[in-house]
């Protein structure tokens, strides 16, 4: 297995590639580290490989909030600029600041 590092960090905002939603990274697995039934639960034709970073996300939409898990190859960088509306938010993070959150405690850049 090639572990190779992971193109965001944690407090980057993202979006998904595919689906409508979203998010700020809180934590990065270098590998896929979920259930195999969560890996079965993503449709076959868009599963993306195991051998990538996943990133842990307090996601957004247009109806709801949650937590995300996703890999490298379906995120892409938000440029917009704009805060995550996500409740959960403001207790990981202190502040936002040119795009990108700084963890509490001083962590992130």
């Known amino acids: 297995m090639c572990m190779r590092l992971a193109k965001f960090a944690i407090g980057d905002v993202v979006r998904h590639r595919i689906y409508p939603f979203r998010g700020v990274i809180f934590d990065v697995d270098p590998v896929f580290s979920n259930t195999e039934e969560y890996w079965l639960s993503i449709p076959k034709d868009i599963r993306p490989h195991k051998e ?58």
């Open 52 to 109: 990538q970073p996943f990133y842990h996300l307090l996601a957004e939409n247009d109806d709801s909030s949650y937590v995300a898990y996703v890999s490298e190859q379906n995120l892409l960088a938000d440029d917009s600029g704009q805060p995550v509306g996500h409740p959960q938010a403001t207790l990981l993070f202190d502040s936002f600041r040119e795009g990108h959150y700084r963890l509490r405690g001083g962590i992130g850049h």
